[in-house]
């Protein structure tokens, strides 16, 4: 079973940029899609952006100008950088992965395996 870390969390202020990575334990054909949710406290989790083997994407609206994915395959590593964070991007930020998908989804369902976590707090 691939298991999944998240690290690059931290505390920024509004502005600011930060990565996140997560890395793998190993290769597993479950890793077609990766992608990187998000919870806030009280709200639902929301997908944030994704990424298939081939470098697709596809963004969360709120996201779209200002975060990129991106995935180092040959080290089953994804990232997420971040720029210009604003409070309402404070939240856990889980990364996922998923079987073969034609086109990029941030559905969450299409995820099987997650990591545990990494919190970001943006302060005004």
């Known amino acids: 079973q691939v298991q999944l870390v998240e690290s690059g969390g931290g505390s920024v202020q509004a502005g600011g940029s930060l990565t996140l990575s997560c890395a793998a334990s190993?290769?597993?054909?479950?890793?077609?899609?990766m992608g990187w949710f998000r919870q806030a406290p009280g709200k639902e989790r929301e997908g944030v952006a994704t990424?298939?083997?081939?470098?697709?994407?596809e963004y969360a609206g709120t996201v779209k100008d200002r975060f990129r994915i991106s995935r180092d395959n040959a080290n089953d590593v994804l990232y997420l950088q971040m720029n210009n964070l604003q409070p309402d991007d404070s939240a856990m930020y889980y990364c996922?992965?998923?079987?073969?998908?034609?086109?990029?989804?941030?559905?969450?369902?299409?995820?099987?395996?997650w990591g545990p976590g990494a919190q970001v707090t943006v302060s005004a």
């Open positions: 996922a992965t998923g079987p073969w998908r034609a086109k990029p989804t941030l559905r969450e369902s299409h995820y099987d395996t």
């Open positions: 990424i298939d083997w081939h470098g697709a994407t």
């Open positions: 190993e290769y597993s054909y479950n890793m077609y899609c």
